[in-house]
Antibody, heavy 119, light 110 residues
Framework: EVQLVESGGGLVQPGGSLRLSCAAS????????MSWVRQAPGKGLEWVAN????????YYVDSVKGRFTISRDNAKNSLYLQMNSLRAEDTAVYYC????????????WGQGTLVTVSS | QSVLTQPPSASGTPGQRVTISCSGS????????VNWYQQLPGTAPKLLIY???QRPSGVPDRFSGSKSGTSASLAISGLQSEDEADYYC???????????FGGGTKLTVL
């Protein structure tokens, strides 16, 4: 059974940093692109970043470029999102998702971890 | 303001057929496939339709998708109370070089 479990969310002050983790199991992690998608409270879904199987290609939404870094450790079956210079508008539930047959096919999702940026 | 435009709400009675539209442009829907996601209250999103009109295993055939030009649609026939959820369309955008979602449509079963 495919499982994605996020961790690392919490309350952080504006300008602060946070590192999210996603532990994957039930599939060959190194064979799939992976992604982070976020959802602000009461709002819609927003794609944040994608990373290729070997980490050689990464894509980001413009609003996080230069502040967020997606990475992975295939030996640990883990996906990460390093978030720096956090802003109030980054407050959201962050979902880890497996990318399936196409780049927009998020076929499995984690339960999400809440990041709150506030003073 | 989302790149893909969806109506904020839709509704229907049990047994009815409802459709949800998703409007984009030549850089996204016009040149790439569209997926649909269902998000039940308090849960993570779930893949509902991929590659415009394909259903993952386990998704009832009451759900169907279509695409024409720069627009796509999700149709739900034989509406059931458990279909009450938020629905999102998604596509790759060649200009933005990223995935774009619609703003979401809240479906209410009356």
């Amino acid at each position: 059974e495919v499982q994605l479990v996020e961790s690392g969310g919490g309350l952080v002050q504006p300008g602060g940093s946070l590192r999210l983790s996603c532990a994957a199991s039930g599939f060959t992690f190194s064979s799939y692109w992976m992604s982070w998608v976020r959802q602000a409270p009461g709002k819609g879904l927003e794609w944040v970043a994608n990373i290729k199987q070997d980490g050689s290609e990464k894509y980001y939404v413009d609003s996080v470029k230069g502040r967020f870094t997606i990475s992975r450790d295939n030996a640990k079956n883990s996906l990460y999102l390093q978030m720096n210079s956090l802003r109030a508008e980054d407050t959201a539930v962050y979902y880890c998702a497996r990318v399936g047959t196409t780049v927009v096919t998020f076929d499995y999702w984690g339960q999400g971890t809440l990041v709150t940026v506030s003073s | 303001q989302s790149v893909l435009t969806q109506p904020p709400s839709a509704s229907g009675t049990p047994g009815q057929r409802v459709t949800i539209s998703c409007s984009g442009s030549s850089s996204n829907i016009g040149s790439n496939i569209v997926n649909w996601y269902q998000q039940l209250p308090g849960t993570a999103p779930k893949l509902l339709i991929y590659s415009n009109n394909q259903r993952p295993s386990g998704v009832p055939d009451r759900f169907s998708g279509s695409k024409s030009g720069t627009s796509a649609s999700l149709a739900i026939s034989g509406l059931q109370s458990e279909d009450e959820a938020d629905y999102y369309c998604a596509a790759w955008d060649d200009s933005l070089n990223g995935v774009v979602f619609g703003g979401g449509t809240k479906l209410t079963v009356l």
